[in-house]
T-cell receptor, first 114, second 116 residues
Framework: DTEVTQTPKHLVMGMTNKKSLKCEQHMGHRAMYWYKQKAKKPPELMFV???????INESVPSRFSPECPNSSLLNLHLHALQPEDSALYLC?????????????FGQGTRLTVV | AQKVTQAQTEISVVEKEDVTLDCVYE???????LFWYKQPPSGELVFLIRRNSFDEQNEISGRYSWNFQKSTSSFNFTITASQVVDSAVYFC?????????????FGAGTRLFVKA
Protein backbone atom coordinates (compact mmCIF):
# COMPACT_ATOMS: atom_id res chain seq x y z
CA ASP A 1 0.00 0.00 0.00
CA THR A 2 1.73 3.18 -1.18
CA GLU A 3 -1.23 5.47 -0.83
CA VAL A 4 -1.96 8.53 1.19
CA THR A 5 -5.71 8.85 1.50
CA GLN A 6 -7.37 12.17 2.15
CA THR A 7 -11.02 12.79 2.99
CA PRO A 8 -13.13 14.51 2.00
CA LYS A 9 -12.09 15.22 -1.58
CA HIS A 10 -14.19 18.38 -1.69
CA LEU A 11 -15.47 20.56 1.13
CA VAL A 12 -17.56 23.71 1.16
CA MET A 13 -17.87 25.42 4.50
CA GLY A 14 -19.15 28.67 5.89
CA MET A 15 -16.99 31.05 7.86
CA THR A 16 -18.65 30.03 11.13
CA ASN A 17 -18.39 26.28 10.56
CA LYS A 18 -16.03 23.80 12.18
CA LYS A 19 -14.78 21.00 9.98
CA SER A 20 -11.88 18.57 9.84
CA LEU A 21 -9.70 17.23 7.07
CA LYS A 22 -8.39 13.70 7.46
CA CYS A 23 -5.30 11.99 6.13
CA GLU A 24 -4.28 8.36 6.48
CA GLN A 25 -1.27 6.30 5.43
CA HIS A 26 -0.26 2.71 6.15
CA MET A 27 3.29 2.75 4.86
CA GLY A 28 4.86 2.97 8.30
CA HIS A 29 5.98 6.53 7.63
CA ARG A 30 6.85 8.54 10.72
CA ALA A 31 6.73 12.01 9.20
CA MET A 32 3.50 13.58 8.00
CA TYR A 33 2.87 16.98 6.48
CA TRP A 34 0.14 19.45 5.62
CA TYR A 35 0.57 21.73 2.62
CA LYS A 36 -1.69 24.46 1.28
CA GLN A 37 -1.81 25.06 -2.46
CA LYS A 38 -3.58 28.01 -4.03
CA ALA A 39 -4.58 27.84 -7.68
CA LYS A 40 -1.60 27.96 -10.04
CA LYS A 41 0.81 28.25 -7.14
CA PRO A 42 3.25 25.76 -5.60
CA PRO A 43 2.45 23.90 -2.39
CA GLU A 44 3.35 25.78 0.78
CA LEU A 45 4.30 23.90 3.90
CA MET A 46 2.00 24.40 6.88
CA PHE A 47 2.90 21.74 9.46
CA VAL A 48 5.28 18.84 9.93
CA UNK A 49 4.74 16.00 12.38
CA UNK A 50 7.64 13.75 13.22
CA UNK A 51 6.93 10.66 15.32
CA UNK A 52 3.49 12.09 16.16
CA UNK A 53 4.95 15.32 17.50
CA UNK A 54 4.61 18.70 15.87
CA UNK A 55 8.07 19.69 14.70
CA ILE A 56 7.39 22.55 12.32
CA ASN A 57 4.60 25.12 12.32
CA GLU A 58 5.06 27.65 9.56
CA SER A 59 3.37 30.47 11.46
CA VAL A 60 -0.03 29.19 10.41
CA PRO A 61 -3.04 31.08 11.84
CA SER A 62 -4.67 29.40 14.84
CA ARG A 63 -7.87 28.82 12.88
CA PHE A 64 -5.96 25.83 11.48
CA SER A 65 -5.29 23.25 14.17
CA PRO A 66 -3.37 20.06 13.31
CA GLU A 67 -3.60 16.81 15.20
CA CYS A 68 -1.73 13.54 14.89
CA PRO A 69 -3.63 10.91 16.92
CA ASN A 70 -1.31 8.09 15.86
CA SER A 71 1.40 7.29 13.38
CA SER A 72 -1.08 6.59 10.57
CA LEU A 73 -3.47 9.48 10.94
CA LEU A 74 -3.21 13.22 10.53
CA ASN A 75 -6.07 15.66 10.95
CA LEU A 76 -6.46 19.33 10.22
CA HIS A 77 -9.21 21.01 12.22
CA LEU A 78 -10.71 24.12 10.67
CA HIS A 79 -12.60 26.85 12.49
CA ALA A 80 -13.67 30.37 11.56
CA LEU A 81 -11.94 30.27 8.19
CA GLN A 82 -11.86 33.13 5.74
CA PRO A 83 -12.62 33.02 2.01
CA GLU A 84 -8.90 33.46 1.27
CA ASP A 85 -8.30 30.10 2.96
CA SER A 86 -9.96 28.42 -0.02
CA ALA A 87 -7.31 26.18 -1.54
CA LEU A 88 -6.21 22.61 -2.16
CA TYR A 89 -4.94 21.08 1.08
CA LEU A 90 -2.42 18.34 0.51
CA CYS A 91 -1.29 15.77 3.01
CA UNK A 92 2.01 13.96 2.57
CA UNK A 93 4.07 11.39 4.41
CA UNK A 94 7.65 10.18 4.32
CA UNK A 95 9.78 7.66 6.14
CA UNK A 96 11.20 10.38 8.35
CA UNK A 97 11.76 14.10 8.28
CA UNK A 98 15.53 13.81 8.22
CA UNK A 99 15.87 14.60 4.57
CA UNK A 100 16.86 12.42 1.66
CA UNK A 101 13.51 10.75 1.49
CA UNK A 102 10.71 11.38 -0.94
CA UNK A 103 7.25 12.34 0.16
CA UNK A 104 4.09 10.55 -0.90
CA PHE A 105 1.17 12.90 -1.44
CA GLY A 106 -2.55 12.42 -1.23
CA GLN A 107 -4.90 13.81 -3.86
CA GLY A 108 -5.86 16.64 -1.59
CA THR A 109 -9.02 18.23 -0.28
CA ARG A 110 -10.37 21.12 -2.34
CA LEU A 111 -11.71 23.52 0.26
CA THR A 112 -14.04 26.38 -0.53
CA VAL A 113 -14.91 28.86 2.21
CA VAL A 114 -18.08 30.82 1.58
CA ALA B 1 17.63 31.94 2.39
CA GLN B 2 16.63 29.10 0.14
CA LYS B 3 14.97 29.63 -3.19
CA VAL B 4 13.93 27.60 -6.22
CA THR B 5 13.36 29.28 -9.56
CA GLN B 6 11.52 27.68 -12.44
CA ALA B 7 11.59 30.42 -15.02
CA GLN B 8 9.37 28.63 -17.54
CA THR B 9 5.75 29.17 -16.55
CA GLU B 10 4.25 27.16 -19.41
CA ILE B 11 5.70 25.07 -22.19
CA SER B 12 3.77 23.67 -25.11
CA VAL B 13 5.20 20.94 -27.33
CA VAL B 14 3.94 18.50 -29.90
CA GLU B 15 4.02 14.83 -29.08
CA LYS B 16 7.39 13.12 -29.64
CA GLU B 17 9.32 16.34 -29.16
CA ASP B 18 11.98 16.50 -26.46
CA VAL B 19 11.49 19.12 -23.77
CA THR B 20 13.71 20.42 -20.97
CA LEU B 21 12.35 21.97 -17.81
CA ASP B 22 14.77 24.28 -16.05
CA CYS B 23 15.36 24.57 -12.31
CA VAL B 24 17.80 26.88 -10.56
CA TYR B 25 18.19 26.86 -6.81
CA GLU B 26 19.83 28.94 -4.10
CA UNK B 27 21.02 27.68 -0.75
CA UNK B 28 23.86 28.25 1.68
CA UNK B 29 23.65 24.70 2.99
CA UNK B 30 26.33 22.20 2.04
CA UNK B 31 23.90 19.32 2.53
CA UNK B 32 20.61 19.59 0.73
CA UNK B 33 18.30 17.54 -1.44
CA LEU B 34 16.67 18.29 -4.75
CA PHE B 35 13.48 16.78 -6.06
CA TRP B 36 11.20 16.81 -9.06
CA TYR B 37 7.49 16.16 -8.64
CA LYS B 38 4.73 15.87 -11.23
CA GLN B 39 1.24 17.16 -10.49
CA PRO B 40 -1.41 15.87 -12.90
CA PRO B 41 -4.89 17.44 -12.99
CA SER B 42 -6.06 14.98 -10.31
CA GLY B 43 -4.05 16.97 -7.78
CA GLU B 44 -1.62 14.63 -6.07
CA LEU B 45 2.09 15.24 -6.42
CA VAL B 46 3.97 12.29 -7.82
CA PHE B 47 7.62 11.88 -6.88
CA LEU B 48 9.98 11.58 -9.85
CA ILE B 49 13.53 11.87 -8.54
CA ARG B 50 15.67 12.82 -5.55
CA ARG B 51 19.29 13.97 -5.58
CA ASN B 52 21.52 14.86 -2.66
CA SER B 53 24.03 17.65 -2.87
CA PHE B 54 26.99 15.27 -2.96
CA ASP B 55 25.79 13.24 -5.90
CA GLU B 56 26.15 15.06 -9.19
CA GLN B 57 25.69 12.02 -11.36
CA ASN B 58 23.12 12.52 -14.03
CA GLU B 59 20.31 10.03 -14.12
CA ILE B 60 18.15 8.51 -16.79
CA SER B 61 14.91 6.70 -16.15
CA GLY B 62 13.15 5.65 -19.30
CA ARG B 63 12.21 8.81 -21.17
CA TYR B 64 13.17 11.01 -18.22
CA SER B 65 16.65 12.35 -17.52
CA TRP B 66 18.06 14.80 -15.05
CA ASN B 67 21.15 17.02 -15.22
CA PHE B 68 22.46 18.21 -11.85
CA GLN B 69 25.21 20.83 -11.96
CA LYS B 70 26.32 22.35 -8.68
CA SER B 71 28.55 24.84 -10.48
CA THR B 72 25.49 26.54 -11.92
CA SER B 73 23.07 25.52 -9.13
CA SER B 74 20.82 23.88 -11.66
CA PHE B 75 18.84 20.66 -11.71
CA ASN B 76 17.20 20.42 -15.12
CA PHE B 77 14.73 17.78 -16.23
CA THR B 78 14.40 16.48 -19.78
CA ILE B 79 11.57 14.43 -21.21
CA THR B 80 12.50 12.63 -24.39
CA ALA B 81 9.84 11.83 -27.00
CA SER B 82 7.10 13.52 -24.99
CA GLN B 83 3.64 11.99 -24.78
CA VAL B 84 0.21 13.48 -24.10
CA VAL B 85 0.23 11.76 -20.69
CA ASP B 86 3.21 13.91 -19.73
CA SER B 87 0.94 16.96 -19.64
CA ALA B 88 1.03 18.19 -16.06
CA VAL B 89 2.61 20.75 -13.78
CA TYR B 90 6.16 19.87 -12.82
CA PHE B 91 7.68 21.19 -9.61
CA CYS B 92 11.32 21.34 -8.68
CA UNK B 93 11.89 21.35 -4.93
CA UNK B 94 14.74 21.93 -2.49
CA UNK B 95 14.95 20.41 0.97
CA UNK B 96 17.24 21.67 3.67
CA UNK B 97 17.46 21.70 7.41
CA UNK B 98 15.76 24.48 9.33
CA UNK B 99 14.94 25.00 12.99
CA UNK B 100 12.71 22.09 13.93
CA UNK B 101 13.55 19.83 11.04
CA UNK B 102 13.85 19.48 7.30
CA UNK B 103 11.69 21.69 5.12
CA UNK B 104 10.90 21.46 1.46
CA UNK B 105 10.30 24.53 -0.66
CA PHE B 106 8.89 24.29 -4.14
CA GLY B 107 9.54 26.28 -7.25
CA ALA B 108 6.60 27.98 -8.92
CA GLY B 109 6.14 25.05 -11.28
CA THR B 110 6.19 24.63 -15.04
CA ARG B 111 2.96 23.68 -16.76
CA LEU B 112 3.68 21.35 -19.67
CA PHE B 113 1.19 20.87 -22.48
CA VAL B 114 1.87 18.02 -24.87
CA LYS B 115 -0.35 18.13 -27.93
CA ALA B 116 -1.14 15.08 -30.02
Amino acid sequence: DTEVTQTPKHLVMGMTNKKSLKCEQHMGHRAMYWYKQKAKKPPELMFVYSYEKLSINESVPSRFSPECPNSSLLNLHLHALQPEDSALYLCASSHRDSGNTEAFFGQGTRLTVV
Amino acid sequence: AQKVTQAQTEISVVEKEDVTLDCVYETRDTTYYLFWYKQPPSGELVFLIRRNSFDEQNEISGRYSWNFQKSTSSFNFTITASQVVDSAVYFCALEGFHTGGFKTIFGAGTRLFVKA
